[in-house]
């Protein structure tokens, strides 16, 4: 295959040539953050121009636990798991100076997993048909990526927000270098699912972010999930415990083995949806630390702060059914169990119980808490997103993904993440399974992903821009 150099700001890479566009692979965008610089901010590459980067193989996927996935899933991203995983991919059409629209892919993965290596999305085949360029991003997940232990270790230096400064560092490689790759830096769009697009929405109350992206289209995320620092630093503190080490011990710390990291995590961390999700919940994720995020990105758009930013929210309909359908979330034994799950989103739980009893008399306990969890903690989250920019005079699109696989008997419905490959336009079974049998998959993936290139270019999806009530949904199914 063809090599060639792009000659960048920051250092020359070595790229492919491949049947359709140029990718460059595994290019470091900060210093690996190994040994004492675990948990701390990323630091910057001492490169200069005529230093010369190989980019003609990924790079490392940041260390996690590796689950198997179920045979209807979309092929999952390729999992080479280390510590010095700070890279990103760029795929672009042709090296050249047209100056294309740039988006940015922030992988999801519950901020516990993830990859921006390989997967079901071709970066190759969609820059050539889209003629924009295509930046993918590896990050620090998990505690190394989400865990604040800065008062649980007794040192200011560390960082409550690893993974979000990673990809602010990312994005900052994008303005400098893109241009060299064929990309245009002042149109920039982040694409993000679940908890990447969680991790988008928080940069809205991250002063530094500003004038690294100008749109966001984020899918099941929003501007709600912002872990209290109360919270991190009672997590913290089990964690080490856990971990066996001791408050203080920056060496141990240091040393300590990676699996024990991930095994003293998955110690910490909630394993129900509802209880993780809650206020309160013991997840990971963006920490209101005060420096990092100095203001809660809700506020931030209510303050009319980011109305600089175009936003497209979106989630799918049935987001909880196949955590429920399959047996990974045990369904309620009864009302109550039910009830309080309720409870930890309301005071006044058993109206709100009621009231969804009412709208969905023939459900289950287990399609009522269903019901409930993907309401509660993705639709009115993006709603409210959406209403706080469209009265703070910015500009929001929202959509609401209904369209169900026709396999294993309809169990699935529209689930968590499965607008992800419409919006990207590939749904090729091989690479998507769940597509099998749906022949309308394809027209409506073509239309998603057209909407996505409307707004990369234009700022317009191109349906109705929301106004602040429920009409202005566009559904996709």
Request: proline residues 6%.
């Amino acid at each position: 295959m063809k090599q060639l150099t792009v000659i960048a700001p920051s250092a020359q890479y070595i790229g492919l040539q491949g049947e359709k566009a140029a990718y460059f692979l595994g290019i470091p965008y900060a210093k690996a953050p190994l040994g004492e610089l675990r948990f701390r901010p990323p630091q910057l590459l001492d490169l200069a121009t005529h230093t010369i980067i190989d980019a003609t193989r990924q790079g490392k996927s940041p260390p996690q636990r590796v689950w198997e996935r179920p045979s209807w899933a979309a092929k999952g991203p390729v999992l080479e798991l280390d510590e010095d995983c700070l890279n990103l991919n760029v795929f672009t059409p042709e090296v050249d100076a047209k100056s294309r629209p740039v988006i940015v892919h922030v992988f999801g993965g519950g901020f516990e997993g993830g990859s921006a290596n390989g997967g079901y999305l071709d970066g190759e085949a969609f820059v050539a048909m889209h003629d924009v360029v295509l930046v993918r991003v590896n990050f620090r997940v998990g505690a190394l990526g989400f865990l604040d232990l800065r008062s649980a270790m007794m040192d200011e230096t560390l960082t409550a927000n690893a993974g979000l400064l990673d990809l602010i560092a990312a994005l900052k490689w994008v303005q400098t270098n893109i241009n060299a790759f064929g990309g245009n830096p002042e149109k920039v769009t982040l694409v993000g699912l679940s908890s990447g697009a969680f991790m988008i929405a928080s940069l809205f109350g991250v002063p530094a972010s500003k004038g690294l992206f100008q749109r966001a289209w984020l899918m099941s995320g929003s501007a709600s999930r912002i872990i209290a620092q109360e919270t991190a630093n009672a997590m913290a503190e089990k964690f080490l415990l856990e971990a066996g080490i001791k408050p203080g011990d920056k060496q141990a710390l240091a040393e300590c083995p990676i699996e024990t990291l991930l095994k003293a995590q998955t110690s910490v961390i909630a394993t129900h949806l509802g209880v993780r999700n809650a206020p309160g919940g013991w997840t990971l994720g963006i920490v209101a630390d005060g420096q990092v995020l100095e203001k809660h990105p809700l506020v931030a758009l209510k303050a009319a702060e980011r109305t600089d930013i175009n936003l497209v929210l979106g989630w799918t309909r049935d987001e909880a059914r196949m955590w429920y359908s399959f047996g990974i979330m045990p369904a309620p034994q009864d009302r109550e169990n039910l009830l309080k799950t309720v409870r930890l989103f309301h005071t006044d739980g058993a109206q709100v119980l009621e009231e969804h009893e009412s709208r969905y008399p023939e459900a289950s306990l287990a399609e009522l808490e269903e019901r409930f969890l993907s309401e509660t903690i993705y639709k009115k989250p993006a709603l409210a997103t959406a209403q706080a920019q469209h009265d703070a005079g910015g500009m929001s699109w929202v959509y609401e993904f209904a369209w169900e696989p026709r396999i294993e008997e309809g169990r699935l419905g529209a689930s968590h993440g499965f607008d992800e490959a419409f919006v990207f336009g590939q749904v090729n079974p091989e690479r998507v399974p769940y597509t099998q049998g749906s022949p309308e998959a394809l027209p409506l993936a073509d239309k998603m992903s057209l909407a996505l290139i409307s707004f990369v270019r234009e700022g317009d999806p191109d349906w109705e821009l929301f106004k602040g009530s429920l009409e202005y949904i566009q559904v996709f199914d």
